[in-house]
């Protein structure tokens, strides 16, 4: 059997993705002396929200998640962040590869809310690895799973986040609305004779603060 363990010693952002992306750095140890074939390795990323404090600014953007602070013992929870995968070649006591994480910006996910929520600090992520090895031995390569016993700890800066997403969405977020909904919108910008999507909105903020 294989005795593996893994590491994450860095994050970067992927300037060369279609989408954004972060690039963690993972080492891999096999401590049996086994020669790896391959790796067909899975990770689930999961936010341990209740690893940090909160400034009053952020605690004001996660309330819908997580409530007023006062219930925060009860509210904060390990958060499913993504998935990610990666192909990891031959090598023999260990190596290093990247871990492509894709980011996004759908404010439907629980995750990214909490995400753009935070302005500064590091990120509490843990790694739980799964997955398939193949292993060379004298009778040919034979296959054993990734125990689930496999995770790594990672303070991921909260920068390297906001830097993935500005590298494609600089200075911007985007709002999944119903049709219905966007025509309404459509109909109050060209009735005011806002120029923007932007002046509508920030005109929608004005008239709500004034109602308040």
Known sequence: MTALS???TGARVDRYAASPAILLRVA???ASGAKIDAILLRAQLRLEVARRRYLPQESA???ELFGEPARYGETLRPMLWTHAS???PSFEHQAEFDL??????????????YLASLQDGVIPVNLLFSGT?????SAGVSA???PWSCEASYPLAVSVWREAMDAFFPNAAWIRVSRDVFDELRRFKIATGLPTWEAAFER????ARARR
């Open 100 to 113: 492509s994480v894709p980011c996004s910006y759908d404010f439907e996910v629980a995750a990214n809310k």
């Open 204 to 207: 929608l903020c004005e008239l």
């Open 28 to 30: 891999v140890s096999e």
């Open 61 to 63: 953007l996660l309330t």
């Open 144 to 146: 054993e799973l990734v």
């Open 86 to 88: 990666a192909l990891l």
């Open 133 to 137: 090895v193949l292993v060379e031995g």
């Open 6 to 8: 893994f590491e994450v």
